[in-house]
Structure formats: structure tokens, C-alpha cells
């Protein structure tokens, strides 16, 4: 079976892509796109959103991170699931994936936050954290139990993006001190080794979120409320 991944390094989309093919074991071939210049391949698999990721498995594509996550673990069910069993777990899984995915314009928001409203924004972060610590993670090691699952891809972005965020506002957020559960997870988290052979270099990844700042800030791409 033919896989290949269309994507970019330091977009946290791909990487939770990348995290749940290697759990897997898939094979896949991976292609850097360069967004400022999207290739033929990525408009014509992605016509509607002309974004990454795109993963294409037997010349067919799948779009949109969530889903592909979801189809990766529907095609290999047999390898490491991503999901539990249970149905009502896999339900819950479910509910709190939509619920980063409804909560993204927050972090947005924070990360292009202007100097008068950056604590604001900050708080606001705060308090969509402390649901997510108190009521998804609870007393567990990682949002799957004893095992990461794919609520744990889905939100492994924060240990690795969010700090990029927090030091761009100048507001730091997920301490110790302030979400001990969920700052406990983000260490665990990292030290999983798949997810620490697969992260972006930081250096890189703070340069990359300063100029991608910068651009939207200039263009008026992006207006928090």
C-alpha cells in the first residue's frame, strides 16, 4: 500500500500525523511542502483548503488533521490503537478532540494577542487549560491512561508549540505552579520515544513562529476579538 504525507515542519497538523503513522508502524513516504509556494499535488488533493496535511494512501487523499487521525486508525486497526475500545471512551476521545478543535481560535488569539489585551487572552487560555487538566486528563498520565491515545496527538502540540506562544506574548501560562497535572504531562509526554525522535527543532520551530507573527500581524490577517 502506497502512503505518502504532504506537509510542513513546524505545523503541528503534521506533526500529529507523523506521530500517529510512526505509533503505527506505517510506512509512508514524506513530502516538505512549501506553503508560500504550494505545489500542483497539494492543490489538486486539497482543492478546498489548499493546506497540509494531506495524506495521500493508494492515490487517494485525506484532509483536514483530525480526520486523517481517525482514518489512520480505522485503516490499521490491528497495530497500536489510538482509540479505546469502549465505546463510550471512544466517544469521550471524540468529545474532547472537538473540543481543542472548537477551542483553536482561543490559542490563536493568545498567540497574536497585542500588549494591551495579552492578559486577557492569557486568561482565557488559562481557563480552557484547567478544563482540559481537571475534566479530560483528571488523575491519569495521559489523556489514553497508562498509554498515549490520539486525545494525547491531538493536544501534543502544547508541549512543544505553546511554549513558542507564551514567549512571543510574554505571558507564560502552563507552569508547574498554575496546571501541575497537565505541566506533568507535557514532560511525559516529550519523553515518549516516538514523540521525542519526532519534534521539531525549537531554535527553529520560536524563529518560525516569530516570522509567521510578524506576517499576520503586518497584513491584518488576523484581528482578535
Known sequence: MEVRLHGMWASPYV??????LKLKGVKYEYIEEDLSNKSMAVLEYNPIHKKVPVLVHNGKPIVESAVILQYIEETWPDRTPLLPEDPYERAMARFWIDFGQQK??????????????????????????????????????????????????????????????????????????????????????????????????????????????????????????
Open 15 to 20: 506533526i500529529r500525523v507523523i506521530w500517529a
Open 104 to 225: 483553536s481560535l482561543t490559542f490563536f488569539a493568545f498567540f497574536l494577542t497585542s500588549e494591551e489585551d495579552k492578559h486577557k487572552t492569557a486568561a482565557q487560555v488559562l481557563e480552557t487549560l484547567k478544563i482540559l487538566e481537571e475534566e479530560a486528563l483528571g488523575d491519569k498520565k495521559f489523556f489514553g491512561g497508562n498509554t498515549i491515545n490520539m486525545v494525547d496527538l491531538f493536544f501534543g502540540w502544547l508541549t512543544y508549540s505553546f511554549g513558542c506562544m507564551e514567549n512571543i506574548s510574554g505571558v507564560q501560562v502552563l507552569l508547574p505552579e498554575t496546571l501541575p497535572r497537565l505541566h506533568r504531562w507535557t514532560l511525559d509526554f516529550k519523553q515518549e520515544p516516538v514523540i521525542k525522535e519526532n519534534l521539531p527543532d525549537s531554535t527553529a520551530l520560536l524563529e518560525h513562529f516569530k516570522r509567521v507573527t510578524k506576517h499576520l500581524k503586518s497584513s491584518n490577517k488576523f484581528k482578535p476579538a
